[in-house]
């Protein structure tokens, strides 16, 4: 868990300089719910990067349940959380 959250950190990282503002909105937003969720699995004695996509799933999931972000951003954030995912377990 902690090296995907390490590897989807620096994916963020990277794309800072060429990002859209978009996507730097999208990467902060999943950075505090990314850490947030790390955190929480680790209380609760939880490692595996399943268990880290199930977490920041649902909380992504119950932020856009409760109109934390607009229509148009919850895709946004969605769809850059599966591929920072996907590019993280690729690596």
């Known amino acids: 868990m ?5 590897k989807i950190l620096a ?3 990277e ?7 978009d996507q730097l909105f999208a990467g902060g937003y999943i ?4 850490t947030q969720s790390v955190a929480e699995l ?12 199930q977490r920041v799933e649902q909380s992504l999931q119950s932020a856009i349940a ?10 946004l954030v969605l769809e850059m ?4 995912y996907q590019q993280a377990a690729n690596a």
Do not use: F
């Open 81 to 84: 959380w599966y591929q920072l």
């Open 31 to 34: 950075r505090g719910h990314l």
């Open 42 to 53: 680790e209380n609760e004695g939880l490692s595996s990067s399943a268990d880290l996509k």
């Open 66 to 75: 409760q109109k934390e972000l607009s229509p148009p951003d919850q895709v």
């Open 2 to 6: 902690i090296e995907t959250e390490a």
């Open 15 to 21: 794309m800072v300089d060429s990002a859209s503002d």
């Open 11 to 13: 994916i963020i990282d």
